[in-house]
């Protein structure tokens, strides 16, 4: 069946790096991805949704400028938390759809744990 | 645009007894409808999925789900829940164009021993 790859799984880092989370479709071209965001105990916030070449849509709330995600091939989007701080701790997961009118649901990656020291 | 409620935010078991978790959702047409379970510190795996026909859904790890437009309701039920099936399960709704998927806020399940 269809896999997405998310890469890192795990990562910890100092307060005003900057993060990079791949999100890989592996069998199929992933024409739409999306970001979502998880606080603990809780659902799944969509961030943005990015077409493959074009600007991503971002959600009402949530800063274009701190969290920039790419999705420069049909096959790869990248989310890049940018100067990241403790509040930015959180768990992140993509999913990448082929788009349209799919008969396939969304196909999730593994999520990422990100832990701003 | 459509919405998910489930109800239960928390829910307690013992093992080996039945399990109903309800999903209630809001759209204007018939959605598809989908149930994820999420062990800890996991990622999202599907467990069952509905677009149309039959409206009972037989998913893996022997959960099912039936969809009654008339309830708008997509409940999920497995008859003999393991200490295995305790994390949090959400459900989700998708229109009919393959986008806007809405997760619900989740239900945690407990399993006693």
């Known amino acids: 069946g269809a896999v997405v790859s998310q890469h890192p799984s795990r990562v910890i880092c100092k307060s005003g790096t900057s993060v990079k989370i791949e999100c890989r479709s592996l069998d199929f071209q992933a024409t739409t991805m999306f970001w979502y965001r998880q606080f603990p105990k809780k659902s799944l916030m969509l961030m943005a949704t990015?077409?493959?070449?074009?600007?991503?849509?971002?959600e009402q709330g949530v800063e274009k400028d701190k969290f920039l995600i790419n999705h420069a091939s049909l096959t790869l989007s990248t989310l890049t938390v940018t100067s990241a701080h403790p509040e930015d701790s959180s768990f992140y997961i993509c999913?990448?759809?082929?788009?349209?009118?799919?008969?396939?649901?969304?196909?999730f990656g593994d999520g990422t744990r990100l832990s701003i020291l | 645009a459509q919405s998910v409620t489930q109800p239960d935010i928390h829910i307690t078991v013992s093992e080996g007894a039945s399990l109903e978790l309800r999903c209630n959702y809001s759209y204007g047409a018939t959605p598809y409808l989908f149930w994820y379970v999420q062990s800890p510190g996991q990622g999202l795996q599907l467990l069952l999925k509905?677009?149309?026909?039959?409206?009972l859904v037989q998913g893996i790890k022997g959960f099912e789900a039936e969809f009654k437009r008339s309830q708008s309701s997509f409940n999920l039920r497995k008859p003999s829940v393991h200490w295995s099936d305790a994390a949090e399960y959400f459900c989700a709704v998708m229109d009919n164009y393959g986008q806007n998927f809405v997760f619900g806020p989740g239900t945690r399940l407990s399993v006693l021993p």
């Open positions: 999913s990448a759809s082929p788009g349209g009118l799919s008969n396939q649901p969304q196909h």
């Open positions: 990015s077409n493959e070449g074009s600007k991503a849509t971002y």
């Open positions: 509905y677009f149309s026909g039959d409206t």
